[in-house]
């Protein structure tokens, strides 16, 4: 039997992989955040001690996990730590054999550090500048030279999703949302909406997400991680192009996403460690995939959560027993709701017709 497993993980990671939800801040090494903790001392802010205990321990709760968002943000807010972040989490997800991220993250203001939201995500582009280990195609273009003209180094799919945070106020929403179009043509291809479910009002943010539809930027939705039947509501009226989580509908509003057809990113280990499902045996992925709803499966917060897209497909393959054809046809479909162009679809395609012959 554990033979069998590891030749399932091994198969799995081998797997090529297209990512929909990935938080930036949340993909973050733990050996990068111990280093950053042990960096920043004892200013009063943070008390390492604690601190290392916090990561170590990693969120168990919804509440836990936006603590540690909270530390995170303090750690990594000035732009050479931003960039530093990026390249690794690019690195990171490459060597998963993940052939297209759709890296999310929230574009920060931070007058002590001389930080814009521009400037922030000048050093996110930095960062993709940075990966050495693979090459990065942003925005239709290679950022990374062939190295020593070396035609058969890997080459990942790099595309950006500027987050909203649900605390924000309009008009800071609405300046995400024009950053995201100034930096169309720098690979970023849509808007998320994301943050502490628990905070924040859906009317607050709805003008900076119908501005973003007038503009023509594709929008997911974090939707369903804690019981708000209204919210829930307004976010199927508003009709995003993907949904993230959906995990606490009702039934009336679960039958209507269905009968929508929004593509959900499925986040398992997420949804078990945050406790918003009590037992992965009892996820929705289950009933989604059933009824050949659109789906992906997706990490959300590599760091936080410990995981790997590769075990996000595990996880899946071991609780619903699923075969490798149809862990195949899982992670080629993704390719389908992608937010970047066609011309990228096409080489994703084509990636999968390659692997087939290979991996199956
Ligand atoms: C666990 N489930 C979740 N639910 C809602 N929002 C989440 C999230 N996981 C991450 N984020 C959002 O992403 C930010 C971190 O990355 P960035 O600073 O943007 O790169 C968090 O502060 C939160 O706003
Ligand atoms: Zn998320």
């Not at 990594?76 to 690019?90: F, G, L, W």
């Not at 993250?105 to 050495?132: C, F, H, Q, W």
Request: proline fraction near 2%; charge should be negative; include cysteine.
């Amino acid at each position: 039997m554990e033979a069998i497993n590891a030749e399932l993980r091994q198969w799995c990671h081998e797997l090529p992989k297209v990512e929909l939800h990935a938080h930036l801040n949340g993909s973050i090494r733990d050996s990068t955040l111990l280093e950053l903790v042990k960096n920043h001392g004892d200013n009063g802010v943070l008390i390492s001690k604690d601190v290392e205990q916090m990561i170590l321990e990693k969120g168990t709760s919804l509440r836990k996990c936006f603590e540690l968002f909270a530390v995170y943000h303090v750690l990594a807010s000035d732009h050479e730590t931003v960039k530093r972040i990026t390249k690794e989490a690019v690195e990171d997800f490459a060597a998963d054999n993940c052939i297209y991220l759709e890296l999310r993250t929230t574009p920060k203001k931070n007058e002590a550090k001389g930080m814009t939201k521009r400037s922030y995500m000048d050093a996110v582009i930095d960062g993709l500048k940075a990966v050495d280990t693979v090459d990065v195609d942003l925005c239709g273009c290679e950022l990374t030279n062939k190295k020593n003209g070396d035609w058969r180094r890997k080459k990942i799919f790099v595309r950006l999703l500027l987050s909203i945070n649900r605390s924000e106020a309009t008009s800071a929403a609405i300046e995400t949302v024009n950053l995201a179009m100034e930096m169309k043509d720098m690979g970023v291809v849509g808007i998320d909406l994301s943050g502490d479910p628990t905070v924040g009002q859906w009317d607050t943010v709805l003008p900076a997400l119908e501005h973003a539809r007038k503009l023509g930027l594709p929008v997911t939705l974090h939707c369903g991680e804690v019981r708000n039947s209204k919210e829930i509501q307004a976010m199927l009226d508003f009709n995003p192009q993907r949904l993230g989580h959906v995990c606490l509908l009702a039934e009336e509003d679960w039958e209507r996403l269905k009968s929508l057809m929004i593509p959900v990113e499925i986040c398992l280990t997420s949804n078990i460690m945050t406790q918003t499902i009590p037992l992965i045996e009892y996820h929705h992925f289950a009933d989604l995939y059933k009824s050949k709803h659109p789906l992906s499966l997706c990490t959300d917060d590599t760091g936080l959560f410990s995981t790997t897209l590769s075990n996000e497909y595990y996880k899946a393959a071991v609780t619903f027993g699923l075969g490798k054809e149809e862990m195949f046809k899982l992670a080629q479909e993704a390719v389908d709701f992608v937010f970047a162009n066609e011309d990228v679809k096409k080489h994703l395609a084509q990636n999968y017709e390659e692997a087939k012959a290979r991996i199956l």
